[in-house]
C-alpha cells in the first residue's frame, strides 16, 4: 500500500489529476487487501494507540480511516483552488469505515459506506448495503 502522508503520493495523485483535466470527479479509493504503511506518520494519524506494526500491516482489529481522511481532506484543498467543483470518490468499508470522534471531511467528499452482507449457508441475515453520502440539505 502507499504511505498516504508521504507528500510524493498528493503530488502524484494532483499530477495525474490535472493531466487527466482537472475532471470534476477523481476517485481516490484505496488498493483492496493488506500490507498497509506502517510508518510513524501514517500511524499518529489512524488514532489506534498500542497497535502493533503486525496489526497495522494486516488490517487486523483496528481501523485506518484516519490516514485516508487526511489525505483526502489534503487532496481536496489543493484540488479546490483550481476547481471549485471537484469532489472525491471512494468507499468507506474494511479497515477504513469508522472515522476517528471529531473528523470532519472537506467539502466535495463523496463517500460510498459499504456495509457487508452476512449468509447462513444460503440464508441472507444480513444484505450487504451501500450508503452514499450526500451534501446536507
Known amino acids: 500500500k502507499l504511505c498516504v502522508t508521504n507528500p510524493a503520493v498528493e503530488a502524484k495523485i494532483l499530477e495525474e489529476w490535472r493531466a487527466a483535466g482537472r475532471p470534476d470527479n477523481w476517485?481516490?479509493?484505496p488498493n483492496d487487501g493488506r500490507g498497509?504503511?506502517?510508518?510513524?506518520?501514517?500511524?499518529?494519524?489512524d488514532g489506534n494507540p498500542g497497535e502493533t506494526l503486525e496489526d497495522t500491516f494486516k488490517g487486523d482489529n483496528i481501523d485506518l480511516a484516519g490516514r485516508y481522511i487526511d489525505l483526502w481532506n489534503r487532496l481536496l484543498r489543493v484540488m479546490r483552488?483550481?476547481?471549485p467543483q471537484?469532489?472525491?470518490?471512494s468507499y468507506?468499508?474494511?479497515?477504513?469505515?469508522?472515522?476517528p470522534?471529531?473528523?470532519?471531511f472537506e467539502p466535495g467528499m463523496v463517500l460510498q459506506v459499504l456495509e457487508q452482507g452476512f449468509l447462513n449457508h444460503d440464508r441472507v441475515l444480513r444484505p450487504a448495503k451501500?450508503?452514499?453520502s450526500s451534501k446536507p440539505a
Open 86 to 89: 471537484v469532489t472525491l470518490s
Open 92 to 99: 468507506a468499508y474494511s479497515v477504513y469505515q469508522d472515522p
Open 130 to 132: 451501500v450508503i452514499v
Open 36 to 45: 498497509f504503511c506502517t510508518c510513524a506518520n501514517c500511524r499518529a494519524l
Open 27 to 29: 476517485n481516490v479509493c
Open 81 to 83: 483552488q483550481e476547481n
Open 101 to 104: 470522534p471529531g473528523t470532519r
